[in-house]
């Protein structure tokens, strides 16, 4: 019995001191936009980089 009231008390202790706590760290909103955002930024500099080697590679004159 002594053990489960124990736990009880620590359990309680621990709920509180978090309650208390106002910083429990970052939403995970602006996370998500910013990964979208790096995302978007990846994919527009792929197709960039796409376009221009297709068209270089097309430049390129072939053998007669």
Same mark, same amino acid.
């Given at each position: 019995?002594?053990?489960? *009231?124990?736990?009880? @008390?620590?359990?309680? *202790?621990? #709920?509180?001191?978090?309650?208390?706590? &106002?910083?429990?760290?970052? =939403?995970? !909103?602006?996370?998500? !936009?910013?990964?979208? &955002?790096? @995302?978007? *930024?990846?994919?527009?500099?792929? &197709? #960039? @980089?796409?376009?221009?080697?297709?068209?270089?590679?097309? =430049? !390129?004159?072939?053998?007669?």
């Amino acid at each position: 019995m002594q053990l489960i *009231a124990y736990l009880h @008390v620590t359990l309680a *202790a621990r #709920l509180a001191e978090l309650r208390r706590e &106002g910083d429990r760290g970052d =939403s995970p !909103v602006p996370t998500a !936009v910013i990964i979208f &955002g790096l @995302v978007a *930024a990846a994919i527009a500099v792929t &197709g #960039l @980089v796409m376009t221009r080697a297709t068209d270089w590679m097309n =430049s !390129v004159p072939t053998a007669p």
